[in-house]
């Protein structure tokens, strides 16, 4: 890697950074799907075979002949029309469907909450280390004579972040935008 130009070893270091990166989140993905618990496995199948054109095409059939059979003469009709018992059969498994997808999704929404957790967390850490690092800067500046008091925004910056400070400014931002939109909303 040596004999690369500089921007060329530069890139090389990156793609091998996040290449691990990328393969590190796969193996978290990994680990995770191999985790996941009996009822997981089923409700994902489920509702992964429910989403699919082979689920509607079967349906086609099946409710094509149901439909067919109950209604070709000279045959012994076990669900006339209007098909109560395929209505009964339909809405049965409505019900099924319905659970097994909730479940999937609910599992889907942990994985979310998580990979959201993982961001924060990410994002904390990355604020405290450019918060470092302007401190840092700030000293060196000030060692080597280049000081500047009258920036303060560089100020604020050096200044640690209180994320349930932030969280308190995001609610009343939004409290104060639902209020502004609210019928009868004082003007």
């Not at 130009?5 to 799907?33: H, I, K, W, Y």
């Not at 996941?36 to 509607?56: E, H, K, L, N, Q």
Request: charged residues 25%; hydrophobic residues 40%.
């Amino acid at each position: 890697m040596s004999g690369l130009p500089g921007s060329q070893a530069a890139r090389f270091c990156a793609d091998d950074l996040t290449r691990e990166n990328v393969q590190s989140m796969r193996r978290v993905e990994e680990n995770a799907l191999a985790n996941r618990s009996r009822t997981d496995r089923i409700a994902a199948f489920v509702a992964g075979f429910c989403g699919s054109m082979t689920f509607v095409w079967i349906h086609v059939a099946v409710f094509s002949a149901w439909i067919v059979f109950n209604t070709f003469p000279r045959l012994h009709h076990f669900d006339p029309y209007p098909f109560t018992f395929l209505t009964l059969v339909v809405s049965l498994e409505a019900i099924f469907l319905s659970s097994f997808i909730l479940i999937s999704q609910n599992y889907e929404l942990r994985i979310s909450d998580r990979r959201n957790q993982l961001d924060l967390q990410i994002n904390l850490l990355t604020e405290q280390e450019n918060t470092k690092m302007l401190q840092l800067l700030e000293r060196i500046a000030q060692k080597v004579g280049v000081d500047d008091p009258g920036d303060t925004d560089l100020r604020i910056l050096t200044e640690d972040t209180d994320p349930e400070k932030l969280i308190s400014q995001i609610e009343q931002a939004q409290r104060a935008t639902s209020s502004a939109r609210a019928p009868g909303a004082d003007d």
